[in-house]
């Protein structure tokens, strides 16, 4: 494997892509001249418009829709982006979801429900990817506040956490073929209902005192996949957010 990996005619599968940070991610990597496999669940007329911009970057597009709470739909996603476009080269497992619960009131419903999506799925279809035995990459989409205790939102973090670790285990487990990495984004992009001035008045957190953007997040992405001798990294697009103390040492 070369050190300098191009994404020109190679296929991606990014879950999570109709909306939001899947579909910049799915975008860049179309300018780049990837192909995509847009996974969306239920958001199919955004899926479609996603794809049509995708096809509009001269490249091809497949939209195919899976609930990723069902360990079965998971696997049947990735074999059935497979029959479509063929093998995959890489894999973008973008697609979460983020209630608010703290410690002391969250379900244990909801817990399963975030370990399944942002966790379990992720390792399901990194699992399936590594069966195809050939070269590629993988990208997780953690959170910066892996690194400190998100008390507003305990399932969701225990489950960005438990993919964090899983990342590297996979980077070891299914190397030399695949190579394995996260990018953990701070403040980028709002909350669904949120504004930009919701990321204005939390810029203080942070060493640079600004905030990013989904530009900042799709530059990395692109630079993991075309390193070809970078694995088991974590790449912290925070503003050095991370930087300021954990309650995990």
Not at 65 to 75: G, N, T
Not at 201 to 225: D, K, M, V, W
């Amino acid at each position: 494997m070369s050190d300098i990996i191009s994404l020109a005619d190679k296929t991606a599968l990014v879950t999570g892509a109709a909306k939001r940070l899947g579909r910049a991610i799915a975008l860049a990597l179309a300018r780049a001249g990837a192909h995509i496999i847009v996974h969306y669940r239920a958001s199919r007329d955004d899926a479609e418009e996603t794809a049509a911009a995708i096809r509009a970057e001269g490249v091809l597009a497949w939209t195919i829709s899976a609930d990723l709470v069902q360990p079965l739909e998971v696997m049947s996603l990735f074999d059935r982006a497979a029959k479509a476009a063929g093998a995959i080269d890489f894999l973008i497992n973008s697609a979460s979801i983020f209630p608010a619960s703290g410690l002391r009131d969250f379900s244990p419903e909801s817990l399963m429900e975030n370990v399944q999506i942002n966790a379990l799925a992720p390792i399901l279809l990194a699992r399936r990817m590594a069966e195809q035995n050939r070269e590629g990459a993988i990208i997780n989409l953690l959170d910066a506040m892996i690194a400190d205790y998100d008390k507003k939102h305990v399932p969701y973090h225990l489950s960005k956490r438990m993919l964090h670790d899983a990342t590297r285990m996979m980077a070891l487990e299914f190397a030399p073929k695949l190579r394995v990495n996260g990018i953990a984004p701070g403040l980028a992009l709002p909350p669904a209902g949120e504004e930009e001035g919701y990321l204005a008045a939390l810029a203080h957190t942070n060493p640079l005192q600004r905030y990013g953007s989904e530009a900042g997040i799709c530059e990395a992405a692109l630079f993991l996949l075309r390193s070809g001798f970078v694995t088991g990294q974590v790449i912290f697009v925070d503003g050095g957010r991370h930087l300021r103390g954990s309650v995990y040492g």
